[in-house]
């Protein structure tokens, strides 16, 4: 059956209820699931006369946006394949992708995507047309169209065409965090397993009444495979263009369901703690008080044992004193957050839980069409990434790899037959590169990557996510790249929180210059020092980073530092700043 099924099956359902919700002249826009169907069904009729055919490849290079989900349901509609293509891909990355795939024709989102895509159409012989989402975009005529007059006088009936489970639905190009990008090959079957395992195993009752809000990157399997199981099961889907306006989003649209990656959890544990911390004592002990009842009562839940009357109530009041404020913030509303694309700490699920908002941990790749194993909504374990989903197959192989089976394994790496090989055992295990062990109960450890995996000059072996995380839960560490591969003692590049610096650095009665200087100043490095110290207190003394160098701007997705979901690309952060890192070690 073809993935964009659920057109049909909800249009029937809820003809007149809103399925998805975006920005219009600033002002936040619903449409109907009828009205979403029938610009689908436009589209996939505008896409069959503009020659688009059962398996050909049709690329997409936008930000979120609802046009990015239009399209990509029109493409599935007809047969046709799609294509990601993630809007801070430059144009050689963006051709790379448009020349292996051999794409007729891509969807682009913004002026300098259009330009890109522009340039590649004029030298690549394949490419024959361009279409723009919004009129906003200066456009050159020549094979190019905007997407509203392209869909004009179309049809709104269409037949979606059938499709097999192994039928390629899309090809995902993985940011990659070492190495050439690969095209990952996920079919139709594949994100019907998806989607059936996550309802089979939460259970979600009335979920058409729920609102999610798309804010993470489409062209990422973890936002894509989310988002396409909100709208299969009737929920309402905002898209959210501009990540910096998260804030006023979650106010505005007060989402009760969303996923989001642990720096986003982090930030808000770092935030909540700091506040507390820095109160006054009468307000640091309600706080304590509050994240007390909250634990108690989130266990018990936890548990799945009842909750006794007397702290039913305290726990109101805790709210009333002190969550609720939290939770306003995110709109007030939330209270079911899928969490992946790397690991995050108990601390920060237990303070989550404590609000009354479930982080539903989860492990997965591109490759595996995203979720392998996630938390239930009871009797998982805090820190651990829960428990394999469907009919998913986990086992622990050599040198500690995680190792997995099942029908949201991925076909295999476009036109990369030795790549593809590389990844799978003799018997059909597909090796994830990650390290892990299970615990008494069954739920997978993450340790770290295979290719994270340090070893110091001294051989002692260092893991260096759980160190990251540890020094990146607080409130004025924004980002952190520990290095020790084939070094005599840990170092570490960070990036400080730089609105909670600019606090400090008033308090501190510092006059401020720019952040080159700033956190190059004496009393600064002291600060991060003592920080630091306090920090690293319960690891062990080779875990422990012994110098660190403050970095005087974040890491970009643009500069190619950092994948779309903000983990850090290793190899090249370390060639880009070798000098600095060297001088750590011989200074």
């Given amino acids: 059956m073809n993935v964009a099924e659920f057109l049909n099956k909800n249009t029937e359902k809820f003809p007149s209820k809103p399925a998805i919700g975006f920005k219009k002249k600033e ?115 020549e094979s190019s169209q905007y997407l509203e007059d392209l869909i004009e006088d179309e049809d709104e009936n269409f037949e979606l065409v059938s499709k097999e489970d192994e ?25 019907h397993q998806s989607v059936d395992a996550h309802f ?8 058409e009444n729920e609102t999610s809000l798309a804010f993470l990157p489409l062209t990422h399997i973890f936002e894509r495979s989310w988002t396409l199981l909100a709208l299969s099961g009737g929920a309402k889907v905002y898209f959210l263009e501009n990540t910096k306006l998260i804030a006023h989003a979650l106010s505005e649209i007060k989402p009760t369901i969303m996923c989001a990656v642990p720096r986003f959890y982090q930030k808000i544990y770092a935030s909540v703690n700091e506040t507390a911390n820095t109160s006054s004592s009468t307000k640091k002990n309600i706080f304590k008080w509050a994240l007390k009842t909250g634990t108690e009562v989130a266990e018990l839940k936890r548990l799945d044992k009842k909750i006794p009357l007397l702290l039913k109530f305290k726990n109101k009041i805790a709210g009333t004193l002190v969550f609720d404020k939290i939770k306003n913030k995110m709109g007030g509303k939330l209270w079911f957050m899928p969490c992946g694309g790397a690991s995050v700490s108990a601390e920060v699920t237990q303070l989550f839980e404590a609000m009354g908002i479930h982080i539903t941990v989860g492990y997965g790749l591109t490759e595996t069409t995203a979720t392998l194993t996630c938390f239930s909504t009871h009797h998982f374990e805090h820190g651990s990434a829960g428990i394999p989903i469907g009919d998913t197959e986990i086992k622990i192989g050599e040198n500690d790899e995680i190792l997995a089976k099942g029908r949201g ?32 109960a069954g739920n997978l450890i993450i340790t770290d990557r295979i290719k994270d995996l340090m070893k110091t000059s001294n051989g002692k072996y260092i893991t260096p996510q759980p160190i990251e995380n540890l020094l990146s839960n607080d409130n004025y560490i924004n980002q952190v790249m520990v290095v020790a591969e084939g070094k005599p003692y840990v170092t570490a590049l960070i990036i400080p929180n730089f609105e909670a610096l600019q606090e400090l650095i008033s308090k501190m009665n510092i006059p401020f210059t720019n ?44 500069s190619g530092e950092i994948t779309p979901t903000l983990k850090i690309k290793r190899n090249v952060v370390m060639k880009k700043y070798a000098e600095i890192i060297d001088k750590m070690y011989n200074s």
């Fill in 27 to 141: 002002e936040w826009t619903e449409i109907s699931w009828s009205q979403f169907r029938t610009i689908v069904f436009k589209t996939a009729n505008a896409l069959r006369n503009a020659g688009i055919s059962s398996g050909d490849n049709v690329a997409i290079y936008s930000d979120n946006s609802a046009e990015w989900i239009i399209l990509d349901l029109a493409i599935l509609s007809v047969g046709a394949v799609t294509v990601p293509i993630y809007s801070t891909n430059n144009l050689e990355q963006a051709e790379y992708i448009l020349n292996e795939t051999a794409c007729k024709m891509i969807l682009v989102g913004n002026q300098e995507q259009y330009d890109a895509a522009f340039e590649i159409l004029n030298k690549n012989k394949i490419l024959q047309q361009i279409i723009v989402a919004k009129k906003a975009i200066w456009i050159k005529k």
């Fill in 167 to 191: 039928d390629l639905a899309t090809i995902i190009y993985t940011s990659g965090t070492t190495g050439v990008p690969k095209g990952v090959m996920l079919s139709h079957g594949n994100f």
């Fill in 200 to 207: 089979s195993f939460f259970k979600f009752k009335n979920f």
């Fill in 409 to 440: 394994i991925m076909k295999g790496y476009y036109k990369k037959p030795i790549e593809t090989a590389e990844v799978f055992t003799e018997d059909g295990w597909f090796k994830t590169g990650d390290l892990g062990k299970f615990d008494a």
């Fill in 515 to 558: 952040w080159s200087e700033m956190v190059n100043s004496d009393k600064i490095k002291q600060f991060y020092d003592e920080k630091i110290d306090e920090i690293q207190k319960k690891l062990s003394g080779f875990e422990k980073v012994k110098k660190f160098v403050l970095m005087s701007a974040e890491f970009e997705i643009g």
